[in-house]
């Protein structure tokens, strides 16, 4: 660079603008306007360049890992949601078919409900009294019941922490 | 309407079938855009078993969470960001374990690229740029390769870098002077 001369990358900047006093500068500058000779050249050389091919079976290696991995999350999920609409259909078409009508089914939805109120206020009484006699142990078991269900829970989720190390935006 | 829907977003169909778990779908994504994901793999890696390694993974993430991709935006720039950062990881783990072999690329590229290219651009100078550019640090041969090789938008190129498009241009000017001046003293030099 010669005393007077631009910093070369606010003259590129220039240059994309179109005009400006750095661009005047360098018409009547052969240093300058040698460098952006340069430019130029170089810029049509890079864009000749091309992405290399990936290897033949680059494909095949993709879907081999692919296929070795659990279906996505909310394939389960969607898998699961199916399943419980159409056993819940099929135990309301069952019911109806076989008992006579809605009425049936409104019957024995209300004795289930009732069954269920008197299961639930039995279970609590259960609890209680078991809490008073043995609350260590009882807690303990608590504990590693809830131990268990995390574990299982973090298999079916999966790493997450990849995922996000990875920045995935969208 | 929605022919001009499947032509503006050709990935969409494929990405709502993989995900309804048809694989043959995710191998057609795969098929569309391996090679600009190899690419910026290769060019940021410097070495093609490693790139190779890098895409794949890369793909298999896109598989992974594929629920969470918004597929109205470009599926390839998605996987790329992704890309991308596994690169950046593996590069990180390789400063720390100073194994850099910076050489390797040098023999790499051109060999892939020999029917593209032979005839375009002559391979001695080929040779010489690309060796050029695979001295340049890794922010610069991130935008040079998404810029010029891959002809992406400075919008683009902000999308998967994840910064402000308007600083896009400036790293571009950037890279580019670092690699006329390395072109210059190669040609000096040599």
Redesign the interface.
């Known amino acids: 660079m010669t005393q007077g001369c631009p910093d070369?990358?606010v003259l590129?900047?220039e240059v994309?603008e179109g005009s400006g006093p750095l661009l005047e500068h360098a018409r009547a500058c052969e240093h300058c306007s040698a460098?952006l000779e340069?430019?130029r050249q170089?810029?049509k050389?890079?864009?000749?360049?091309?992405?290399?091919?990936?290897?033949p079976d680059?494909?095949q290696?993709?879907?081999a890992?692919?296929?070795a991995?659990r279906?996505?999350?909310?394939?389960n999920v969607s898998l699961g949601l199916a399943i419980a609409a159409t056993a819940f259909g099929l135990g309301i078409f069952t019911l109806a078919s076989a008992g006579g009508g809605v009425s049936t089914v409104g019957a024995l939805a209300g004795s289930a409900l009732i069954t269920a109120k008197s299961f639930w206020v039995g279970t609590q009484k259960a609890v209680s009294l078991l809490w008073a006699a043995e609350a260590l142990p009882m807690a303990v078991s608590l504990f590693i019941i809830l131990l268990i269900c995390l574990f299982a829970l973090k298999r079916l989720v999966?790493d997450s922490r990849?995922?996000s190390?990875?920045?995935?935006?969208? | 309407m929605l022919a001009d829907e499947a032509k503006a977003q050709p990935w969409k169909a494929d990405v709502i079938a993989a995900?309804?778990?048809n694989?043959s779908a995710?191998?057609s994504l795969?098929?569309s855009i391996?090679?600009?994901i190899?690419?910026?793999c290769?060019r940021l890696l410097r070495s093609?078993s490693e790139a190779?390694e890098v895409?794949?993974e890369a793909?298999?993430?896109a598989?992974?969470?594929?629920?969470?991709?918004?597929e109205n935006?470009p599926f390839d720039?998605?996987v790329m960001?992704?890309a991308r950062?596994?690169c950046l990881?593996l590069l990180r783990r390789r400063a720390r374990m100073k194994s850099e072999d910076v050489d390797e690329m040098r023999d790499?590229?051109p060999s892939?690229?020999k029917?593209?290219?032979e005839g375009?651009?002559d391979r001695e100078?080929?040779l010489s740029?690309?060796s050029a550019f695979s001295t340049l640090p890794t922010e610069d041969r991130e935008v040079?390769a998404l810029y010029?090789?891959?002809?992406r938008t400075t919008k683009e190129i902000a999308?998967v870098i994840?910064v402000a498009p308007g600083t896009i241009?400036?790293r571009l000017?950037?890279a580019?002077?670092k690699?006329?001046k390395q072109?210059?003293a190669s040609k000096e030099v040599s």
Do not use: C
Request: charged share 25%; no cysteine; glycine share 4%.
């Open positions: 070369i990358e590129l900047a994309v460098i340069e430019h170089l810029e050389d890079l864009f000749r360049l091309a992405d290399p091919l990936p290897p680059f494909t290696l993709v879907m890992r692919v296929a991995q279906a996505p999350m909310h394939l999966g990849v995922f190390e990875a920045r995935i935006s969208g | 995900r309804r778990g694989q995710f191998a795969v098929r391996q090679r600009p190899f690419g910026l290769l093609e190779s895409a794949q793909f298999l993430r598989y992974q969470h594929l629920n969470r991709y918004d935006k720039l998605w960001a992704i950062n596994l990881d790499t590229l892939s690229e029917s593209q290219e375009a651009i100078e080929r740029l690309e040079l010029y090789v891959q002809k999308e994840g241009m400036a000017f950037r580019r002077e690699l006329r072109m210059t």
